[in-house]
């Protein structure tokens, strides 16, 4: 079997679907299940588990059901094979929201109920598991409905359960790869992270305040005029593929957001920036987008372990009151956590048109405008062509499933995989902040995402007060001014001098001590458990572990030596700046040209 099919597949107390806090189902019903094989957090099997009795299965089934523990708006369903339909209406009668199909064949899934989440290959797993939103499936069960492919579906499971457990440090995306450019990153972004203030500082200004985030879909191009009525009205936040075509326009947004890992810099490139309250950056981006002209920035944690350890060596904001969900892998999900936190009411979209309505991707003026979605011959995948600049991008130029979503106005467009998943995550969290936030979509002519008010972005301007007083600049001014740079730099380089010297410790540690050291360090756990998966509890598996664990070590000591080192420079620089003498009149005075 191809290694990268080879997963470690958990098996646990059987759990069954049913109404949260039912007491009883049905033989019946479970009969009707066709005999959902469940699988729960567990002990990992080193051996592969033996094949399923349909009649035990059955039983525990319907004895599982008996306690009511599954919860059917959490908890997740998994379907492997052809001919899901009738088991996916029946778990919908019963009430199960969360289902995933794995399709094996050219069965079309015609007959499935809405909202089932399709997936062709193991790739595309992880995606799925992140597009659940916040609410990561506390319980999964799953059925191979050909015995064939009762090996696949417990693959499917392996894969659900890892990146159920990675998506925080990884966001499941090669996992090792990026844990790894992660931490890079985020050192050196330990000089702005001690410099600038966090998003949690700007909370009680931004509390209650209306919010439209504009993303540069095609759409976005017929609602720029519009735009412009809104400033001061409403906060007005870019992703940075929408700023050319905001500037172009004679806009000028109140935070524009960066949280790319990979260079983005040609999306500011050359922008007037000296308007915009604030840049805001996660803490991992990439680090060029710290080095902009912008007049100040604002830093985001993400919610991942790599990212709350960089929070705590910066010293920034402990705890940094901002806590924000985690995102399914798109720039708009984090804009839209973000907004979330701050407690931003209403929050419009603008141009979130997660498809390729005449096979465009962009706004016509944005940086890649000129980028096309191009259809494979046999019509089932589709790729991008035509980047500004491809090795800026990011990506490997590569083919993605294409799909169908329903429109704005209800007429289905043409789209990918990656932007389904993407909807599903935005339907996710506007169920879940019903209650307590209105959501918009005003982006007439992309895809419609359930859980949102469609409307024109004319309709919610009109119910926008005409002058709201908002002056986010202010804000973030005064967020700034409150930041102790110096402090912060030297605290920080303290603490990478400690780091350094326990990661130099490692290497000669065993048993009881190693496991002491690790206290202190749960992020190279975190980084042994993305490589090697949970622990099997065998002497060759701590074998393995104790071996990553130094190969870890080892790995992060001299980026942790740089990051020092880098702020040592900064330290020296602001110093100079703060002593350069200055001419009054009467003699040379120190200026304190530091404010973070």
């Known amino acids: 079997m191809p290694a990268h099919l080879e997963e470690s597949v958990r098996s646990g107390p059987l759990r069954a679907p049913g109404a949260p806090g039912s007491l009883k189902r049905s ?46 708006e959490r908890d997740l369903v998994v379907l492997v094979g052809p001919g899901a339909g009738p088991a996916t209406a029946e778990l919908r009668r019963l009430g199960q929201h969360r289902i995933l199909w794995f399709r ?65 440090l990884s966001c499941g995306l090669g996992a090792g790869a990026v844990a790894r450019a992660r931490i890079e990153q985020g050192l050196a972004n330990l000089p ?52 050319v075509p905001l500037r172009r326009a004679g806009i000028t947004p109140d935070i ?17 920036l000296s308007d915009v309250a604030a840049v805001v950056v996660t803490a991992t981006a990439h680090p060029v987008m710290f080095c902009t002209a912008a007049p100040r920035y604002i830093a985001l944690p993400e919610p991942s372990p790599v990212d709350g350890w960089l929070w705590q060596l910066a010293g920034a904001d402990r705890p940094d009151p901002l806590a924000i969900i985690p995102s399914g892998g798109s720039v708009a999900h984090t804009a839209l956590a973000l907004g979330l936190a701050w407690g931003c009411d209403p929050i419009g979209f603008v141009g979130l048109d997660l498809s390729f309505p005449g096979g465009r991707c962009y706004a016509g003026s944005s940086a ?81 995402i359930g859980g949102m008010r469609h409307i024109r972005l004319a309709g ?39 780091l ?5 410790s490692f290497a000669g540690l065993s048993g009881r001590e190693l496991a002491a050291a690790l206290g202190s360090l749960p992020i190279l756990s975190d980084l042994v458990e993305t490589e090697l998966g949970p622990a099997a ?44 003498p200055q001419t009054d009149g009467e003699g040379l005075t120190p200026v304190d040209a530091e404010s973070g």
């Open 27 to 72: 033989r019946l019903a479970a009969e009707n299940l066709l005999g959902l094989s469940l699988t729960g957090p567990p002990p990992v099997l080193d051996a592969e588990p033996p094949p399923l009795d349909a009649d035990a299965e059955d039983a525990a089934l319907a004895e599982a059901m008996l306690s009511g523990e599954w919860n059917n």
């Open 104 to 168: 094996t064949s050219d069965d079309s899934g015609a007959d499935l109920p809405a909202g089932v989440l399709r997936v062709d290959h193991l790739d595309e797993v992880a995606a799925a598991v992140r597009a659940l939103g916040a609410l990561a499936p506390g319980r999964i069960a799953g059925r191979a409905l050909d015995p064939a492919h009762a090996r696949l579906c417990q693959q499917v499971i392996g894969r659900i359960e890892r990146a159920r457990g990675q998506r925080a």
């Open 192 to 243: 702005p992270l001690c410099r600038w203030p966090g998003a949690g500082s700007v909370t009680a200004a931004m509390s209650g305040m209306p919010m439209v985030i504009v993303a540069p879909g095609p759409s976005l191009d017929r609602h720029i005029d519009t735009l412009g009525d809104l400033r001061g009205r409403a906060v007005l936040l870019a992703l940075s593929h929408s700023l």
């Open 256 to 272: 524009v957001l960066v949280a790319d890992a990979h260079d983005v810099g040609h999306h500011l490139a050359g922008e007037d």
């Open 368 to 448: 890649d405008g000129d980028v096309r979605a191009v259809a494979s011959p046999d019509g089932r995948a589709l790729s991008l062509e035509g980047w500004l600049a491809p090795d800026l991008r990011g990506r490997d130029l590569v083919s993605e499933r294409l799909v169908e979503l329903p429109g704005w106005d209800g007429r289905p467009l043409p789209s990918s995989f990656h932007f389904s998943m993407c909807q599903r995550w935005f339907e996710e969290t506007a169920r879940q902040v019903a209650r307590r936030v209105r959501l918009y979509n005003c982006s007439e002519g992309g895809a419609y």
């Open 460 to 498: 919610l301007a009109s119910q926008l007060p005409r002058a709201g007083g908002l002056d986010v600049a202010a804000a973030a001014t005064r967020a700034v001014e409150q930041i102790d740079a110096r402090s912060r730099r030297r605290a920080a380089r303290e603490r990478l001098v400690e």
């Open 500 to 504: 350094m010297l326990e990661l130099r």
């Open 537 to 580: 509890g065998t002497a060759s598996d701590a074998e393995r572990r104790r071996a990553a664990l130094n190969r870890w070590a080892g790995w992060l000591e001299p980026r942790v030596v740089e990051a020092e080192r880098a702020l040592a420079r900064e330290d020296r620089t602001s110093e100079t700046l703060r002593l350069r």
